[in-house]
């Protein structure tokens, strides 16, 4: 897959960046995020293109709040499908674990946002959606950290349809500005897979 090829160029590229500087971590900062994300799924021939929004903000010495905004189209059958999810979520995080090379930062949270999709991919309705986090932030530099979480969410119509994702991204700050993100998330219950790559902006 073309898109695959050039995500993973672009990966490489930005890790032979991050071995030669030295910035920040992405746990407590704040940043924008601009990423473009492919969903395809390994059950069926569904694929779609996403733009995805993100903003983080810390609001204590031991959390942050986090905005989301995901748009785009899913392509099943030939036809598209205008897919939109809005969401905001608060995140506890706990002191650090580990030594000087290597160090976890685990985390717990709590969202809630509102879905909207002209046929269903995430779940089987429309509206609005709580979830339930857990997850650690794996510090190996000051510009280098592996994400890994698990996001648990549904409806609060209908407290029977839920679904749960497995996150995992690469981050890499360039310097106290600019950074990238590499992302993979899979959805268990859509059988969906996203492979998204962001551009980070932080201004403090």
């Known amino acids: 897959m073309n898109g695959m090829k050039i ?7 930005s890790l032979l960046l991050a071995a030669t500087a030295s910035a920040k971590t992405r ?9 473009y994300s492919m969903a395809e799924s390994g059950a069926d021939d569904r ?27 899913m392509e099943r059958g030939g036809q598209d499908a205008t897919s939109w999810n809005l969401g905001a979520d ?17 985390y717990l949270g709590a969202g809630i946002g509102y879905l909207d999709e002209e046929s269903p991919i995430r779940l089987l309705d429309d509206g609005f959606t709580w979830s ?5 932030e794996i510090q190996f530099s000051n510009s280098l950290s592996l994400n890994l979480a698990g996001r648990f969410l549904g409806l609060w119509s209908e407290f029977g349809e839920n679904e ?10 360039f310097d106290a500005v600019h950074g990238v993100s590499l992302e993979y998330q899979r959805a268990f219950e859509a059988e969906l897979n996203y492979f998204t790559l962001k551009y980070l902006y932080s201004w403090q």
């Not at 608060?90 to 685990?106: C, D, E, K, M, T």
């Open 7 to 13: 995500i993973q160029s672009l990966a490489l590229i």
């Open 27 to 35: 746990t407590g900062s704040y940043f924008l995020g601009f990423g």
């Open 47 to 73: 694929e779609g293109d996403f733009f995805r929004l993100t903003a983080q903000s810390p609001n204590s010495s031991n959390s942050d709040l986090g905005v989301y905004l995901d748009y785009g189209t």
């Open 90 to 106: 608060y995140l506890a995080h706990f002191n650090g674990i580990g030594g000087r090379s290597v160090q976890l930062i685990p």
């Open 132 to 136: 339930l986090l857990i997850g650690s």
């Open 164 to 173: 749960f994702t497995a996150d995992a991204g690469i981050t890499w700050w």
